[in-house]
């Protein structure tokens, strides 16, 4: 383009001639497009811009949105896990349908153990399973408590051996005592005495009282072998008064297989 | 505009925006120390409460309590976790050794020669755990 007073070349934005100092007439109306296409353009950006700067603000939220959900579930997780009585409820209840679903089987089992005198097996199987109580099972009351009695005795003559102190700092005497509370209950609790059982109760009858006679008869053996007792203390020991009955047991405790003191 | 301000333009966060990616990477913080207790508490309330993992019959056995590795490889066995080998066949072997040393002792040979095959099958499982085999040896005597 060039000026119509002095000919020299201008460019479109020239709005005044730099040579003559006239105003460059030619390019009015293309600079008024110009400056409408710019207008334009800065509006068209700055929407642009606008938009982004939303879209970026709404990621963002969404994104911590998420992240609270994840946070607000994870915290619930730990909540519901944590807690010591709906964790108890959640094993109780999983344990209460596994035994439902499987209910012969265990059953099953529990004969077998009872039938094969699977002592120690039979009173973890009876705990892991929650039997004791549990309904179909009530023949079997005084069959699971010796067990566990059976148990703790033999726990009890552990502790002596290894020495491990039950995390209560409990010695060999200590051991004594807790083996002879479980001897001196014996009649009371196992055979029924405490709450008046007859003979030909359910629960002392066919393979039940044979299961109570076999046991207790291990239960003593295991008791003369471990603590060296006679068969005499061996036959009165369920009998005794608890004190002394501990008391016999450390003493015991101390002798050889002969009876001779160690 | 010209380049040097639209880079200052561009360099210019919307400060809404920069409170909303602090709140951000505070949330991944906040994540990632929770996933951890969530998992832990998880995988603990799943676990059968008296099933034990070989780290725990280990700390028994370091502390001498041969009852609980028994009561653990029974709880193990009827809750069908996967239980250390090792001490099961441990577990197996002292509650055999402790009943053979009463049924040798009462003279009931045939209880005890069972007993002593669970524990010679035991010996033979329980690879380099067979030191506690025989301190269970050492704990309880049996005069042959």
């Known amino acids: 383009m ?82 010591i009585d709906t964790r108890q409820r959640k094993i109780e209840d999983r344990i209460a349908k596994e035994v439902g679903q499987n209910s012969q089987q265990i059953a099953d089992r529990v004969r077998e153990m009872e039938k094969n005198r699977e002592y120690m097996a039979l009173s973890y199987y009876m ?29 009890a003559i552990w ?27 014996w009649n009371s609790y196992v055979d029924g005495t405490f709450w008046g059982d007859v003979p030909d109760s359910p629960m002392h009858v066919g393979e039940h009282g044979a299961f109570l006679a076999d046991i207790k008869q291990e239960t003593r053996d295991i008791v003369r072998v471990y603590f060296h007792l006679t068969q005499e203390q061996a036959d ?13 047991l450390y003493e015991g405790l101390g002798k050889t297989e002969e009876g001779t003191d160690e | 505009m010209n380049r040097k301000e639209a880079k ?18 505070v949330l991944i913080f906040v994540t990632l120390w929770q996933v951890p207790s969530a998992l832990f508490y998880k995988n603990r309330a799943d676990r059968n409460p008296f099933s034990q993992d070989a780290e725990i019959m280990s700390f028994e056995m370091q502390k001498g309590d041969y009852a609980g590795l028994i009561q653990g490889s029974y709880f193990n066995s009827f809750g069908g976790d996967p239980e250390p080998d090792g001490y099961r066949h441990l577990a197996d072997y002292a509650e055999a050794a402790f ?15 069972l007993q002593k095959s669970v524990m010679e099958e035991a010996r033979a499982g329980m690879g380099e755990l067979t030191v506690f085999a025989d301190k269970v040896d050492r704990m309880i005597p049996v005069t042959e």
């Open chain 1, 2 to 83: 060039k000026c119509e007073y002095c000919g020299n070349n201008l460019g479109i934005e020239d709005e005044i001639c730099p040579y003559c100092g006239r105003e460059n007439t030619h390019a009015k109306e293309k600079r008024a497009v110009l400056k409408g296409y710019r207008a334009r353009f800065e509006q068209t950006r700055a929407e642009s811009k606008k938009r982004s700067k939303s879209a970026a603000r709404i990621g963002r939220l969404v994104v911590i949105g998420l992240m609270l959900l994840l946070i607000g579930a994870l915290r619930y997780s730990i909540r519901v896990n944590s807690d």
């Open chain 2, 99 to 113: 009943l053979y040393r009463v049924y040798h002792t009462t003279g009931d040979s045939r209880r005890a020669d």
């Open chain 1, 127 to 155: 705990l892991h399973y929650r039997l004791r109580g549990a309904e179909g099972y009530d023949e079997y009351f005084r069959v699971f408590t010796a067990a566990i009695h059976y148990r703790s005795i033999c726990n």
């Open chain 1, 236 to 248: 009165s020991m369920w009998t005794m008064d608890r004190d002394a009955l501990g008391a016999m």
């Open chain 2, 8 to 25: 200052r333009e561009k360099g210019k966060k919307d400060p809404v925006i920069r409170l909303l990616d602090g709140i951000i990477v």
């Open chain 1, 159 to 185: 502790g002596i051996l290894d020495g491990f102190d039950g995390y209560e700092e409990k010695t060999a005497r200590d051991w004594c005592d807790e083996a002879a509370i479980y001897i001196s209950d």
